[in-house]
């Protein structure tokens, strides 16, 4: 069946950085675009960062630009999501979502940015 499974998230003070990874399974991973969103307590779900198939091409909610970067590795089914320069508004529960004729979500890990 299809998974996704984020991976990653924990506590860490502001100004530092975390690595989220998600692995995929059950479905031809290299043909759906991915992304990662967050939620926030008491806040909508909202995207943080998105990548095409191949890779070549990046989106970025302005909050997150020049601090978080996603990549992908079609090999290993992944998608990751590199996050530096933490601030405590980046605390929420973060989603792996593959996009392409259907949808799929993860169950979430949870970032919490505090000192």
């Known amino acids: 069946q299809v998974q996704l499974v984020e991976s990653g998230g924990g506590l860490v003070q502001p100004g530092g950085s975390l690595r989220l990874s998600c692995a995929a399974s059950g479905f031809t991973f290299n043909n759906y675009a991915m992304s990662w969103y967050r939620q926030a307590p008491g806040k909508e779900r909202e995207l943080v960062a998105s990548i095409t198939v191949a890779g070549g091409i990046t989106n970025y909610a302005d909050s997150v630009k020049g601090r978080f970067t996603i990549s992908r590795d079609n090999a290993k089914n992944t998608v990751y999501l590199q996050m530096n320069s933490l601030k405590p508004d980046d605390t929420a529960v973060y989603y792996c979502?593959?996009?392409?004729?259907?949808?799929?979500w993860g169950k979430g890990t949870l970032v919490t940015v505090s000192s």
């Open positions: 979502n593959a996009r392409r004729a259907m949808i799929y």
